[in-house]
Structures are given as structure tokens and as C-alpha cells.
């Protein structure tokens, strides 16, 4: 399955969920906020949403300061 992620394209085995996408990618679902075509997609939900062939991902990862 071809996922287009943050602007490059990446093979990843399907099925796939977002929760599943976060770990193969190695990142701490709790520091990032995720669209899937252009659709905030809720923490909640990472579990639940099943990503197909040719979705386009944005990933944006909090940082923390002060």
C-alpha cells in the first residue's frame, strides 16, 4: 500500500491503521496530530480509522517549551 506521508511517498503492508502508522513510524501518538486527506483525525479515533491505498497523510509533532 502507497501512503503519500508529509510530501513523500512510502510502501507500508496494509491493513493499516493510524494507531499502527504511529508505531511503525516510531512516534509517540501523544506528541502528534494527524490529518488523513486533508481530516483532522481524533486520538481517539487512531485505533478506528483504517488507512487505504493512496491516502495522504500530515503528521505535525508538538514541542514542548516555556
Known amino acids: 500500500m502507497l501512503i503519500k506521508v508529509n510530501g513523500e511517498h512510502r510502501e507500508f503492508e496494509a ?5 499502527a502508522l504511529t508505531e511503525q513510524l516510531q512516534l509517540n501518538p501523544r506528541q502528534v496530530a494527524i490529518e488523513r486527506n486533508c481530516e483532522i483525525v481524533p486520538r481517539s479515533l487512531y485505533h478506528e ?10 503528521i505535525v509533532h508538538f514541542i514542548g517549551g516555556g
Request: aromatic share 0%; hydrophobic share 55%.
Open 49 to 58: 480509522v483504517m488507512l487505504d491505498d493512496g491516502d495522504a497523510i500530515e
Open 15 to 19: 491493513p493499516l491503521n493510524v494507531l
